[in-house]
């Protein structure tokens, strides 16, 4: 490890985008089983959401950064001139916009004179989907993901942070920060998974006979008002449409009664940077856009992010944020759609639950011996959840 010269950048804007994409998708351009290497990566060929254009705009119109409690100081590994490894991570004040809920364990850790904040992440910003975590370019030592590993503790330690998560790690980076002393976390969303299904239909013929009919009459209901939907990706995107998602978007957050997260010059940033991974799903009545759903595709997957509306139609969220992106989905040939967290009613529209892990390691053994009891506990629910799911779920049995 002595050969590997470690930094922190508190702005990505310091780190060569390819160079940093080198190391976030080392697989981009392989196919599904070309090599071991695709296995090895943990299967994901793209990641949207780890790609330097992404965290860039993030950064650039004031998501991240500033006063906003997420504070930019991603992870370097160097190598002589070449960026061999690197992590994104943000020094965090609150635990807001992470979807791997820790404020039980803030408020117990104050309750006993502890400080819990500031505490270091490794994730990426308001984003629930797996992915790799500790970036290592192709080719590099393993050695080298020890470094980022290393990189990340010296970095929580400096900062005096009381802990250390990796949010959403995928299954190599778990094994490797399990083997590394952290202590994982099990969680649980809904995925629909494309067992070769060739269309809508084909997939509708796997499910049982009162699902399939419940699933034609809510996209028949959804488009009753006389509702038309469209796709926008690629150079259709526009600012109209933006324009349009943002006030969608702020009156999802409104409702919720939360804080939108995203500023509408994300958007704009989002479409002009990755507008060939973007797809959005848009309502349209009377010519006028009333709800739109924003997606962003991978080589392998379509990730449902965020959804809003200013008219209420009885199940246009399910046909824009679920049947939509599989009718997306299986048009491109994509293995799944993860449709963001949580959402118990995604299971009767055929999203199938499925894991996600995050590692966590605490300063104050305290802490530590507590949080690491409560995620058996809470692990255990989560496996009875997931059972019980599986054997609520709307497939035709065998």
Not at 4 to 32: H, K, M, S, Y
Request: with cysteine; net charge neutral.
């Amino acid at each position: 490890m002595s050969n590997f010269r470690l930094r922190i950048a508190q702005d990505i804007a310091e780190v060569a985008p390819d160079a940093w994409d080198a190391c976030a998708n080392p697989c981009f351009g392989t196919q599904p089983s070309a090599d071991s290497q695709h296995e090895e990566y943990g299967g994901e060929r793209f990641n949207p959401f780890l790609t330097h254009a992404f965290l860039h705009a993030l950064e650039t119109t004031g998501c991240v950064g500033g006063r906003t409690g997420w504070s930019p100081v991603h992870v370097l590994v160097e190598s002589g001139d070449r960026l061999v490894a690197c992590a994104p991570a943000y020094l965090k004040s609150h635990s807001q916009g992470e979807y791997v809920f820790d404020h039980g364990l803030a408020d117990a850790y104050a309750r006993v004179g502890g400080r819990y904040y500031p505490k270091l992440l490794c994730a990426t910003p308001f984003t629930p989907v797996t992915g790799r975590r500790l970036l290592v370019a192709a080719g590099a030592p393993e050695a080298a993901r020890e470094k980022v590993l290393d990189g990340l503790r010296q970095l929580s330690a400096k900062i005096g942070a009381s802990s250390l998560h990796v949010n959403f790690a995928d299954a190599p980076d778990m094994d490797f920060l399990r083997g590394s002393g952290l202590a994982a976390r099990k969680g649980q969303q809904f995925h629909f998974i494309n067992r070769g299904y060739a269309s809508f239909d084909d997939f509708l013929g796997a499910l049982a006979s009162r699902k399939r009919k419940a699933i034609r009459k809510e996209r028949e209901q959804a488009l009753s008002a006389g509702i038309t939907v469209e796709w926008a990706t690629g150079a259709d995107l526009k600012e109209e449409h933006w324009d349009a998602f943002f006030a969608f978007y702020i009156d999802t957050g409104a409702r919720k009664w939360g804080r939108p997260y995203l500023t509408r010059a994300f958007f704009s940033a989002l479409g002009e940077k990755l507008k060939h991974r973007v797809l959005l799903v848009l309502a349209r009545r009377e010519g006028r856009l009333i709800a739109g759903a924003l997606n962003l595709i991978g080589d392998d997957a379509l990730y449902g992010r965020n959804w809003g509306c200013i008219e209420d139609h009885p199940c246009l969220h399910f046909e824009l944020c679920y049947y939509q992106a599989v009718d997306f989905a299986l048009s491109r040939g994509l293995k799944r759609v993860e449709a963001g967290a949580q959402g118990e009613h995604k299971l009767a529209r055929g999203y199938e639950p499925v894991a996600t892990f995050s590692a966590h390691e605490f300063r104050d053994p305290r802490l530590a011996h507590a949080a690491e009891d409560f995620f058996a506990r809470e692990a255990e629910a989560v496996d009875e959840a997931i059972a019980d799911y599986a054997e609520h779920a709307p497939f035709r049995k065998a």
